[in-house]
């Protein structure tokens, strides 16, 4: 998984929409939602009631899972989120991976996670004003005294910023621990090999042979176990946010 402290690379500007920078994090947005779109359709073409393929009993599997998890979480009340909180959990996995296939991981910027919390506190602040009105909602921010009310306010717009970082943190942190890991073999495989003497020392340590194997296990877990973890926790979290929201 890849990731630059500066941000995602541009990769280049449109003139006529302002100089609108297209960075690589776009793009590997728009290739994810493409690919999900075009699977979707694929799953989903040609259903039957009878003589199911494997593809359709899939896709129903699928289905019934989403369904599963937000109606233990939220309830069965709350049914039409389940293709948001799917869809969701879909772009967070799947744009988290797509740096194995040498792409920029999109949950590698900020901004990614910062624009799907953004979505979520609107949600959530519509079912607060529509289920205890304008009035009781803005009174809650003075509760248990009006010099709460600064505080109060800033716990509000810190929850979508808390659910950002969370999620952004613990990508990232995976990414600096296989970086670590991948720079220590490599020193390693350096030092061991190195003190065998002559051109087959020198032929020897050149060769990653610590590098390979043990990488891939590593990355088993923090690209794929923390892909689905992180974004299960996200989903997770905006279930609770917007089904409380109403209490």
């Not at 990731?3 to 590997?28: H, M, N, Q, R, W």
């Not at 019934?64 to 996995?93: H, Q, R």
């Not at 051109?199 to 923090?222: D, E, M, Q």
């Amino acid at each position: 998984m890849n990731i630059d402290i500066k941000g995602a690379p541009v990769y280049f500007e449109i003139p006529i929409l302002g100089g609108i920078p297209i960075s690589a994090t776009l793009v590997t947005t728009w290739i994810v939602m493409i690919v999900l779109t075009g699977l979707c359709a694929w799953m989903t073409h040609g259903m039957t009631v009878r003589n199911v393929s494997k593809k359709q009993a899939a896709a129903e599997k699928l289905v019934a899972m989403a369904e599963g998890l937000v109606n233990s979480n939220m309830g069965e009340g709350w049914g039409k989120y389940v293709p948001f909180v799917a869809t969701l959990f879909a772009l967070s996995i799947v744009s988290s991976l797509s740096s194995l296939l040498g792409l920029w991981a999109p949950t590698a910027d900020l901004a990614t996670e910062l624009a799907w919390s953004v979505v979520v506190f609107i949600i959530i602040t519509y079912y607060k004003i529509t289920s205890h009105g304008l009035g009781s909602y803005l009174k809650g921010f003075l509760d248990p005294v009006f010099v709460m009310a600064p505080f109060n306010v800033l716990g509000e717009l810190f929850k979508p910023i808390s659910m950002a970082f969370r999620h952004f943190g613990n990508i990232v942190s995976g990414v600096v621990i296989n970086a670590l890991i991948y720079s220590a073999l490599v020193v390693v495989n350096h030092a061991v090999f190195g003190l065998i003497p002559g051109l087959v020392g020198k032929w020897l340590s050149a060769i990653p042979f610590f590098t390979v194997g043990l990488p891939a296990v590593v990355s088993l877990y923090f690209d794929w176990f923390t892909s689905l973890m992180q974004a299960y926790i996200f989903c997770m979290l905006t279930m609770i946010f917007i089904s409380t929201a109403t209490e």
